[in-house]
């Protein structure tokens, strides 16, 4: 039960979020319920949606919507973050993960201003989530009591539409159509339904940012991407804000059918779900970074950073944005984009990005050393380096044989 009059709902418009409402006046007592959207890049009907479900339970216990425009700071300091450390959990870009330590710390700021401590989400007990959410909650407000409905209640999809229905919560999920949207500027994931099988084929009309391989033009469009320390900041020449830019990547990569990652996901709890994403923007912004980094670091650099990046974003998969160790990592990786500056030309072509040429200042590629038709690296000065390569396998080989 309630030990205040006032609960801050972490509120998206969907199904979970939508029956905490009248769970929360019901259930749990409170009197006044204040819904809290964060854009983080979903579609504006999205969250003129969430508003207008907010405004249209008034009556049972909503008295206040805020909507917090948060696009930039996430495309700024959580996306491009990711990308320095070339953020990816088990072969798919992270966008889920990176977005919810910034909607819980809005949702802190709203409930500060409001005067509130108690929260409430609708993540469910078996996803993670829960922990990115409430550990960020309690992490910026110790005093939190956090309600976790869904969980607590042990609910099931399909009881959460019979509630909704009942209760006249507005929905757009049944028990036909029963997929679970996710959506920022970084990713869209959808699952739920039959989507959860692994051998179910994911119907057409789950994706909503990508073309099929075979729907996509018959011609390559070409790109270039600008990086400025390690962060694009240029299409083809334009500078763009970094939302804008990654929101017209995701319309142009989209459009070439890239971004359609299905995979099967160990979540933090071990259970191994199956997850379908779309990625287009990130996917590009990934192989085009990537492909700086290896002109411009050294080998050993390189080297390190691959370790270096998994520690990071297991982390951030973890929602674990405000550990020390994560600070620590990133004083490495971000040390290592001082240098990655310059252009990436890629092309792009039914759901393959491939990159096609990449320049910079800080390039280690040196033509005259390099080139097969220069003669500035002797190569005769090779000849005593390669007789000592890998003088102790032999030695340990000739041991071998005279010791058998």
Known sequence: MATGKTVVLVYSGGLDTSICIPMMKEDYGYENIITVTVDVGQPQADLDQAREKAE????????????????????????????????????????????????AAKAVEIARQ?????????????????????????????????????????????????????????????????????????GRSIEGGRLEEPDFAPPEEIFQWTKSAETAPNTRTALTITFDKGVPTALNGEKLSPAKLVLALNKIAGENGIGRIDVMEDRMLGLKVRENYECPASTVLLKAHGAIEALVLTRDELRFKKLVDQEWSKLAYEGLWYDPFKTDLEAFINKTQER??????????????????RSSQWALYNEDLASFD????????????????????RMFLALQQKLK
């Open 340 to 357: 990655l500056t310059g252009d990436v030309k890629l092309s792009l072509f039914k759901g393959a990005v491939t990159v096609v040429g």
């Open 114 to 186: 409001e005067g509130a401590t108690a929260f409430a989400h609708g993540c469910t007990g078996k996803g993670n989530d829960q922990y990115r959410i409430e550990y960020t909650i309690r992490a910026l407000m110790p005093e939190a009591i956090i309600h976790a409905p869904i969980r607590e209640k042990n609910l099931t999809r399909s009881w959460e539409i019979e509630y909704a229905q009942k209760k006249g919560v507005p929905i757009q999920q049944s028990l036909e159509k029963i997929w679970s949207i996710d959506e920022n500027l970084w």
């Open 56 to 103: 249209a339970m008034k009556a049972i216990g909503v008295t206040k919507h805020f909507t917090v425009d948060a696009k930039e700071e996430f495309t700024r300091d959580f996306c491009f973050q990711s990308l320095k450390a070339n953020g990816e959990y088990q072969g798919y870009p992270m966008s889920t993960s990176i977005a919810r330590p910034i909607i």
């Open 374 to 393: 220069t003669t500035t690296f002797d190569q005769r000065e090779s000849t005593g380096s390669v007789k000592m390569f890998g003088l102790q396998a």
